[in-house]
Structure formats: structure tokens, C-alpha cells
């Protein structure tokens, strides 16, 4: 008897806890002008953000183009792929997206949108394209090129890893004459290299 109560509280406890956390997480309605190409991307993003919030992958997808590319998956197929791995590993429950305060411009039937951390840390950023009524995300704005037009020496990279683009720049600090350790710095999940750079201070240190 004393076995069953354990175990009757400890589901109330997990379900309290459950109820808690949605509560948290529940993301408050996006007001915007939807008549302008600003307010239907905000619109667009925040549905993503809500999809992508919830865990519901599928749904997620549908505001990813056909013809997306990026260098964390090299097409749709492969970032629908990489948001499951996310899911698995539990990456999705604690994530927060704030349309708010993104920076968002827009040419014509193309935009970018930087979306900031509550640091105000660049946290991700997205290249978007209108096909037909609807806004799509093509990838990240430092991808939508051709790699080998920005390959340089010494400089920018990317290799094809299993469909999976793995990309890094190369620094080679001036006056450099004799052997010299080499050093890696990586960035996290959902940041980039140009971040990176920004909050290590290794280019500096170089």
C-alpha cells in the first residue's frame, strides 16, 4: 500500500511539473500589421516558432521552402532529420523564441531576420523568400551563395558530410613565420561561425 501511494504521488509530482512548464512556455500572441511583407514574415515565423516550440516537427516543415539549403542540413529533408535528432535529445523543450526584438529587412521577395537571445545574443538568423501568398525559409543569409564563388585561400570552407554541409574559416595570423600550434573553436547549436568569432576573442588573440 505504502508502495502504490510512492508511486500515485510521484505521477501527480511528474504531472504538476508537466502543467508547469507548459504554462512557462506558452508563447503570448504576435500583434502585427499583416498587410505589409514586414508583418507576414513576424506571422510566418512566429507560426514556425510555435511548431517548432511544441515539438511538432512536421508542422515545422511546412515553412521550410523546397528549395532550402543550409550548412546544418543540406536540404529540407535533411533539417527535418536534424530537428527529430533535436527533439529525441529533449534540445526543443526549454528553447525561446522572441519575434520582438529581431532585427527583419526586407528587399522585394527576399528578407533576413536575426532573432536575439535573451542576452541579446545573436541566436539565430534566417534567409526567407516569398513563394506564390506565402513566405518560406530558404536557410541562413551566409548561405544562400554558391560556395565556391566565397571560397578563398586561407579563408572560408565547406565539405559535404553525408548531406550535411561542415563548413569553417581559417586564420592565419600576419607576420607568421615559424610552426605554430593550431587552435579550434567551435561554436554551439544553432549559432554560427561569425558569432563565434565575436564572443571568443581568439581572432584578437591571433
Known amino acids: 500500500m505504502i508502495l502504490k501511494n510512492l ?11 508537466l502543467l508547469i512548464l507548459m504554462a512557462c512556455s506558452k508563447r503570448k500572441p504576435l500583434v502585427v500589421n499583416d498587410q505589409t511583407a514586414e508583418g507576414q514574415i513576424l506571422l510566418t515565423m512566429d507560426q514556425w516558432a510555435e511548431a517548432l516550440t511544441s515539438g511538432d516537427i512536421e508542422k515545422t516543415m511546412t515553412f521550410y521552402s523546397e528549395n532550402f539549403s543550409g550548412t546544418e542540413a543540406k536540404d529540407k529533408e535533411k533539417m527535418s532529420e536534424l530537428l527529430n535528432e533535436a ?17 527583419l529587412k526586407v528587399e522585394g521577395d527576399t528578407a ?3 532573432i536575439y537571445n535573451e542576452d541579446g545574443e545573436l541566436e539565430m538568423d534566417f534567409a526567407l523568400a516569398k513563394e506564390g501568398n506565402d513566405w518560406r525559409i530558404i536557410g541562413v543569409p551566409s548561405e544562400i551563395c554558391n560556395y565556391e564563388d566565397y571560397t578563398e585561400p586561407y579563408g572560408n570552407d565547406c565539405v559535404d558530410m553525408g548531406g550535411y554541409y561542415r563548413c569553417w574559416d581559417i586564420l592565419i595570423p600576419e607576420g607568421l613565420t615559424n610552426k605554430a600550434p593550431l587552435v579550434l573553436d567551435f561554436h554551439g547549436w544553432t549559432e554560427n561561425v561569425s558569432h563565434q568569432r565575436s564572443i571568443s576573442g581568439f581572432e584578437a588573440l591571433a
Not at 508511486?7 to 511539473?17: D, S
Not at 527533439?87 to 532585427?103: E, H, P, R, V
Open 87 to 103: 527533439k529525441s535529445y529533449g534540445m526543443l523543450l526549454f528553447l525561446k523564441i522572441d519575434l520582438m526584438t529581431a532585427d
Open 7 to 17: 508511486i500515485i504521488c510521484q505521477k501527480a509530482t511528474v504531472f504538476v511539473l
Open 112 to 114: 533576413e531576420i536575426v
